[in-house]
C-alpha cells in the first residue's frame, strides 16, 4: 500500500517528509520519493527504488532543499519497480504529484494527452495525473473550475497531492465507477 506525506512550513521540510515516509514503511512498498520546491521555486525531485532509507541517502547527497514539499511511496500497480515510475511524477516542471489508486481509464487519457503533445517518462497511470493537471493549469479558463472538470474525468479512488507556485493541494476523491 503506498504512504502519501506533504507539508508546507518555515524551515527545511525535507527530513519532516522522510520521516514521515519511514512511519508508513510498515504498510509495504517498493520504492520512494521526494519533491521540493526550492527557494528559487523550482521542484527538484529524487526517487530510489527500495527502501526510505536508499532515498533518505540519496537526498543527503543531493543536497534536496526546501519549504514545501510532497513525499510518497509506491507499490506498483502500472508500470515496473523502477526509478522512473516511482513517485513524484513531474509534468512542465510546474507541477508535482503523488498519487494512490490506480486510474482505470489511464491508456485512453495517455493517448490524448500523448496527441496533445505531452511526452511521458514512466509507464505509471500517476504520470497522466500530473500530465493532465498541468494541461489544466495552462488553460485559459478558471483553473479550480477546470481542475475540478479533469478531476471528474478521472475514474478512480485516489488521494493526490502536487503543488503549483508555493500551493500545496491536496484532494480526496470518491468517483463511481461503473463496470
Avoid at 483553473?143 to 484532494?171: E, M
Amino acid at each position: 500500500m503506498c504512504g502519501i506525506v506533504g507539508g508546507v512550513a518555515e524551515r527545511r521540510i525535507v527530513n519532516i517528509l522522510l520521516e514521515g515516509l519511514k512511519r508508513l514503511e510498515y504498510r509495504g512498498y517498493d520504492s520512494a520519493g521526494v519533491a521540493l520546491l526550492d527557494g528559487d521555486g523550482v521542484i527538484k525531485r529524487e526517487r530510489e527504488v527500495g527502501k526510505v532509507q536508499a532515498l533518505a541517502d540519496a537526498v543527503a547527497a543531493s543536497g534536496l532543499n526546501g519549504t514545501t514539499g510532497i513525499a510518497h511511496t509506491r507499490w506498483a500497480t502500472h508500470g515496473g519497480v523502477t526509478q522512473a515510475n516511482a513517485h513524484p511524477h513531474i509534468s512542465s516542471t510546474e507541477i508535482a504529484l503523488v498519487h494512490n489508486g490506480i486510474i482505470e481509464n489511464h491508456e485512453s487519457l495517455r493517448e490524448q494527452l500523448q496527441q496533445d503533445g505531452y511526452d511521458f517518462s514512466s509507464a505509471t497511470d500517476t504520470e497522466v495525473i500530473a500530465h493532465l493537471v498541468a494541461k489544466t493549469a495552462n488553460s485559459t479558463i478558471r483553473y479550480w473550475q477546470q481542475f475540478r472538470f479533469q478531476l471528474n474525468n478521472l475514474k478512480a479512488l485516489t488521494a493526490q497531492s502536487s503543488w503549483n507556485h508555493k500551493t500545496l493541494i491536496a484532494s480526496l476523491l470518491l468517483v463511481q465507477v461503473h463496470h
